[in-house]
Every structure is written in structure tokens, then in C-alpha cells.
């Protein structure tokens, strides 16, 4: 793992499972031999803070959220840049004494994005760990199928706040009811793309697709889109979750070529998308390729950029929606806060529940790593109204008092019985000089396509 | 190895026939049961999962959730073998999700609505037989089940190799036994036959074996006492010879 060293705060999950150890004399003598003497000497004063107990996750001096989240396999990349951004501000918070008095900590736990150990996480989370809430989360396959288990703990008053997913299910009913969202939804994202594709021209949409909830979700999305203009799909072709980009996605490139599409977009993880894209790109479809927000934009241009020489042969024809500004755009107060942040705390990647087999390097700056940044602004601001004495009965009521609430990024954010999402504005962007920039011009940009590809 | 007697030779032919007749008539029977009972076993298990998606799911269907209903197929996918398919189809016909990679077959996305068990070939996929089941009685749309006619009829063939075996090594241990009885069948003959070439070359016949044969209360000893006594008429001085 090329990542830095974690700091104090960087590493709560670790430091929690420590603190509980640490009471025993004997396993400070037997670990002496590995920790270095600070390492070792930071371990005992946090026991010394923490033998209060916990209720519901919530103790004296901490708040423990629980998260599972893709810290290993080919979309890890995700877990990791939105639990860096979400730790560049909890830090900060920590080391100024936390939310009246209390530490924010997380424990973490990997699922691969996976169904099955999501599921296996979020109870030992909900049983055994017992935190506070659910924070954090990654996927829509695996969020998807969490949520009954938020249901079932419902007397628990468990909730689940601000997946890394804008899949429908935890907006409406059934389960809507025990989430809250941030970002925007894939509905709003997959609707714009569809909605300035069509109006530059480009009618002709196909749809790549990871095969699982989070595709369907955004096929659903660009169906309903298109609908909207009496449209139908042109083509569309599916890829198995977990796809590295080392696979070949020609098949499905192929069948793209027969029905020529003059636009698709992209619902997927970074590795499939870099592959369809190269794969896209070398076969001949030289069409605009749009991603969703979730497939972590900087991830999959760094593997288009990493193996090839002239990457500006296929990241020309990438456009990607965001849910966040971007980090840039430093006239953005949140924005300029995040870039601080990032530069002063320095996150590093989560070393506990990351793979050492895995290499990753983290980026200083991300949209992934943004929205995390923003999760976790708003998630103190939900433990500062909670006040001195936060119980999970005292959350939903929290949230709602959130109106007009400014997280510096040019739109305000506000909650209530019928609005647990956040946010609803959705950017777009190009690739320009190897890195994203906002895109504000579809027709320039369509025209540029075109020539691009002749 | 067991000698077979030149009298019982075609007795036990006929014994080993008859096992061979007996345990291919018994495996063909079985086979054939096992074949019929394992497809509709089948057919039945991919009934009830569409059944159970198509009756588990139509508050999602009603409220448009195709991600969480992409879900609850995928969960069920593991059920159908190694490659086996779902797709939902809407009251339009339209496909609305499905689990193919890395698209959707175009004999399925051509095809006419279908109903009950039908079978299909899948272009580069193979044979399948497809089960669709109504939701909402056919107005919500209807769920397809796709099994692999290869994994049924590699199910099938494992079933029958577990039931082959056993058969075979039923059919080997019966002819080794029925040597074994054919040949103590014949022993007291060979015995006999031994003790007449004996009497006729006037040779001795105090031998432990021509005692035990003239004291048996079968056939074989019977005879053993008419030759002696033929013997004895024969040539009422012989010695060696204790009448019976």
C-alpha cells in the first residue's frame, strides 16, 4: 500500500478495538515489542479517556458510527477517498474536542462491495459493536440489501446516513424512512445527462450497465429519462460487478457498434467503466462515454492515464456527472475549507480493514473524497443539534431542525418528513488537461465530440 | 480363480445372464426415474422461485423499484445452477430487468410473450428451458426462468452415476457368489467322480474325503454306495473297501 502512515485520528477503528484491549496490563506488555514507544504511550492515554461505557455507541468522550464499506477489491478506491474526506474533517473536529465534549469515531468494516459481507457487517455493527448510526456506506448493491436489517432494528432506532449511492430504494418507500442522503440521485444524475444529450442533438443513447441494483437503478434513470422525449434506449449491454480493468469488454463494445449510438452513459464502477472506455475508444465507438458520479472519476482517469501514452485519445470523449462542486472551485467556501483540510490533516487510507496485496494511491483531491468531506460536515452538525445528551430516539428530530442549512458549496440544505435527501444539484464535467473541469458549453462540447472522433 | 465345472457351465452363463438382464432392466428403470423425476423436480424448483418472485414483489414492481426487484433476482440467481438466467419482463413485454452478461440474448429480446415451460437455444449460451410465471395474473408482467438443460443433465448424470455404481458392484459380487455356490454345488460330484475312477482302477480309497462322501445323506452319497456296492459284486474280494 503506497499510502502515508495514519495519525492520531486518522485511524479510530484501530484505536477503538485498542482502547478495549489496552485495560489489560498484559497485552500492553506483549505488544510493547512491536509499538513504537509513542505509538504505544497514545494508546494508553486514550484508555485512560475511555472507560466510560458506551450506550447506543455514545459514551463520554465518543460517538461511534458504523461503516461498511469497498476498502479491498477493484472498487476500493471509493470506500477509501470517501472515509479520507469524511476523516479530514472529523479530525479537525476531534482535535478541537469533538461535538459537546465528544470524539466522532468510526468503525469500519470492509465489503468488497459485496452483497453478503454487507449485510454480515451491518449486524455485527447493529448487534455487536452497537454504534450509534450508519454512516458512510458505499454501493447500491450493498445498501440495497441492507436496508430490511435497518427496518428489522427499527424498535433500535438505527439510521443510515448518506450512502455513497443514489439509488431510489433508500429515498422512497419501504425503507426510505430510515435513511438520510446528501448527494443527488442517480434519477437526477442519469436525467441530466439524458436531458443535454438530447437537447445538443445526441438522441441516440445506449446504456453500459453494471448487472446488479446500482445498474438497474441508472438504466431505470436513462429510461425514464428518455421516455420523457418519447425515446427509447439504443442498445444496451451489461458487465459483471467486480470486472477489473485488466478484462476485455469488446462484446459489449460490439454490440454497441450495431446500433451506433450517439451517446452512452455509463452506470459503473471505475475499473469496467476505464476498460468499456478503452475498449469503446480502440473499437471504433468514438462517442461521448458519460459516468455517474459514483464511479470515482479521478480512479478511473489515473488507469486511462497510467497505461496509456496519449490518454487524451480516450479521456476526450469522457463526460462525468458529480454530486459535489468541484474541488477547484475554490470560491466555494466548503470547497476552500475541504482543500485545507486535506492539506492540514492529510488523511490517509484506512490501514486496518485495506489489503497490503492491494496497491492504492490515494489523490489529494477528489470528488469521492469531497462528498465524504460534506457527509461528514453535516454529520457534526446533526451531533451539534443533537446536544449534550445524543440518543438515537433524538436524531430524526435533529435532522429536520436542518433548514436552509449552508455547507458552502452554493446550495443549501434542508430536511423534513418529506425531503431526507440533501441535495439535488448535479455538475457536470469534462477531462482538460488531465484533470475534470466543470463542463458548461454541451453544444461546444458535442461539436468537439464530433470532431474528436472523424 | 474359481473352476467352473463342465456340468454347470451353462448354468452359470445362465446366472450371469439372467443378473445381466435382471440389473440392466433394473438400471434402465431407475435411470429413467431418475431422469423424469430429477427435470420435473427441476422444472418445479424454477416454477416456484418465479412464482416466489413474481408474488414476492409486486409492491415493487407497483412503486417502480426496479433496483431493489434487480436485487431480490440477483439473490435468487445462485439457485439456478451455473448458468442460469432471470428476466422480468413488464405488461408491455418489455424487459425491465434481467441478469444477462453481457446482454441481452436477442432470441429473448425478439421473442413473443411466453407462458408455462418452453425450451430455448441461447446463441452461444446454449439449451436452455425457460418458466415463466404471471404477476398479478399477467397485468404487473411476468417473471422467466432460464435453466441450462447442460446443468440439468449433468445433475441427471451425477444422480446416475451414484445409482450405477452401486448397481455394477451389486451385479459383480452376485456372479463371484453364484460361482462360489455353482462350484460347492459341484465339489460332492467331483468327489464322486474321484471315487469311481478309484473303485474302477481298483486303487485305494481310504481317504478321509471318500468317507465323508459316503456318509452324506444326499445324492452324491447315495451314489457313493451304489458304486461301492457295485464294486463290492464286482469283485466280492476286493479289500480296502468297508461297506457302507
Known amino acids: 500500500m503506497k499510502t502515508k502512515k495514519t495519525d492520531r485520528f486518522s485511524n479510530p477503528t484501530r484505536r477503538t478495538i485498542v482502547k478495549g484491549l489496552a485495560a489489560s496490563p498484559l497485552v500492553l506488555a506483549l505488544g510493547a515489542n512491536k509499538l513504537g514507544a509513542q505509538e504505544l504511550s497514545q494508546m494508553s492515554s486514550n484508555t485512560q479517556s475511555s472507560n466510560s461505557e458506551f450506550v447506543n455507541g455514545v459514551s463520554d468522550s465518543q460517538i461511534v458510527l458504523g461503516t461498511s464499506a469497498a476498502f479491498t477489491g477493484p472498487s476500493r478506491g471509493l470506500g477509501i477517498e470517501l472515509y479520507r474526506g469524511a476523516m ?43 454504534v450509534f448510526a450508519l454512516f458512510g456506506y458505499v454501493g447500491t448493491p450493498t445498501v440495497t440489501r441492507v436496508l430490511p436489517l435497518l427496518k428489522k432494528f427499527q424498535d433500535e432506532n438505527f439510521l443510515l446516513f448518506f450512502p455513497f449511492t443514489g439509488a431510489q430504494p433508500q429515498r422512497q418507500l419501504p425503507y426510505g424512512p430510515f435513511a438520510f442522503n446528501l448527494r443527488a440521485s442517480y434519477r437526477q444524475e442519469t436525467g441530466g445527462l439524458v436531458e443535454n444529450f438530447v437537447r445538443v442533438g445526441r438522441e441516440k443513447v445506449g446504456v453500459f450497465y453494471q448487472a446488479d441494483a446500482y445498474g438497474r437503478s441508472g438504466w431505470a434513470g ?233 | 480363480m474359481i473352476k467352473i465345472t463342465r456340468l454347470f457351465q451353462w448354468t452359470i452363463f445362465g446366472v450371469i445372464g439372467l443378473f445381466g438382464v435382471l440389473g440392466f432392466a433394473n438400471a434402465i428403470v431407475t435411470l429413467t426415474a431418475i431422469d423424469r423425476d430429477l427435470t420435473r423436480e427441476t422444472r418445479e424448483n424454477s416454477q416456484n422461485i418465479a412464482k416466489a418472485i413474481a408474488d414476492s414483489n409486486v409492491d415493487i414492481l407497483l412503486n417502480n ?107 459383480l459380487i452376485a456372479i463371484v457368489l453364484g460361482l462360489l455356490l455353482v462350484n460347492l454345488a459341484a465339489r460332492p460330484i467331483q468327489q464322486l467322480l474321484h471315487y469311481a475312477v478309484a473303485l474302477a482302477k481298483k486303487e485305494s480309497v481310504d481317504e478321509p474325503q471318500n468317507e465323508k462322501l459316503l456318509v452324506r445323506k444326499d445324492e452324491a452319497g447315495d451314489l457313493a454306495r451304489l458304486y461301492q456296492y457295485f464294486a463290492l459284486v464286482a469283485d466280492p474280494n476286493r479289500s480296502g473297501i468297508d461297506a457302507k
Open chain 1, 222 to 454: 436513462c429510461r425514464e429519462a428518455l421516455a420523457k422525449h418519447n425515446l427509447k434506449m439504443v442498445g444496451e449491454a451489461t458487465y459483471t460487478r467486480g470486472t477489473q480493468y485488466t478484462a476485455s469488454l469488446k462484446d459489449q463494445v460490439e454490440w454497441f457498434m450495431r446500433d451506433k449510438p450517439d451517446a452512452i452513459v455509463c452506470i459503473g464502477a471505475y475499473a469496467a467503466c476505464a476498460a468499456f472506455l478503452r475498449d469503446a475508444v480502440d473499437g471504433g465507438l468514438q462517442v461521448p462515454i458519460a459516468n455517474l458520479s459514483f464511479v470515482g472519476s479521478e480512479n478511473l482517469l489515473k488507469l486511462i492515464t497510467d497505461t496509456h501514452d496519449n490518454p487524451e485519445q480516450y479521456s476526450q470523449f469522457l463526460v462525468n456527472s458529480q454530486v459535489v462542486p468541484s474541488y477547484n472551485d475554490l470560491s466555494l467556501e466548503g470547497v476552500q475549507l475541504y482543500d485545507e483540510f486535506m492539506t492540514k490533516n492529510a488523511p490517509s487510507a484506512p490501514s486496518e480493514v485495506t489489503s497490503d496485496d492491494e496497491e492504492y494511491k490515494t489523490f489529494d483531491r477528489s470528488f469521492v473524497s469531497l462528498e465524504g468531506f460534506l457527509n461528514a460536515k453535516l454529520m457534526t452538525e446533526i451531533f451539534t443539534r443533537l446536544g449534550p445528551e445524543p440518543t438515537r430516539e433524538g436524531v430524526e428530530e435533529a435532522v429536520f431542525t436542518i433548514q436552509d442549512l449552508d455547507l458552502g458549496i452554493g446550495e443549501t440544505v434542508s430536511f423534513n418528513e418529506d425531503r431526507r435527501q440533501g441535495l439535488d444539484r448535479v455538475y457536470y464535467t469534462i477531462v482538460e488537461n488531465g484533470s475534470f473541469v466543470p463542463l458548461n458549453d454541451w453544444t461546444a462540447a458535442s461539436n468537439g465530440w464530433t470532431e474528436a472522433a472523424s
Open chain 1, 88 to 130: 479530514a474533517y472529523f479530525q479537525d473536529v476531534n482535535s478541537k474536542g469533538g461535538v459537546h465534549g465528544r470524539e466522532i469515531t468510526l468503525k469500519l468494516y470492509d465489503d468488497g462491495y459485496q452483497p453478503d459481507p454487507a449485510v454480515n457487517n451491518t449486524t455485527k455493527l447493529m448487534r455487536d459493536d452497537k
Open chain 2, 65 to 171: 423499484d426496479l433496483s431493489t426487484l434487480q436485487s431480490r433476482i440477483d439473490q435468487m440467481l445462485p439457485l439456478l445452477g451455473s448458468n442460469g438466467y432471470i428476466y422480468i419482463t413488464d405488461e408491455h413485454n418489455e424487459i425491465i430487468a434481467h441478469t444477462f452478461v453481457p446482454n441481452i440474448p436477442e432470441e429473448i429480446s425478439s421473442s413473443e410473450p411466453t407462458g408455462g415451460i418452453i425450451e430455448r437455444t441461447l446463441k452461444g449460451k446454449g439449451d436452455f428451458f425457460e418458466v415463466s410465471h404471471p404477476i398479478l395474473a399477467g397485468v404487473g408482467g411476468n417473471v422467466h426462468i432460464l435453466i441450462d438443460q447442460d446443468d440439468v443433465s449433468l445433475l441427471i448424470q451425477g444422480a446416475m452415476g451414484n445409482q450405477v455404481w452401486p448397481l455394477a458392484i451389486t451385479f
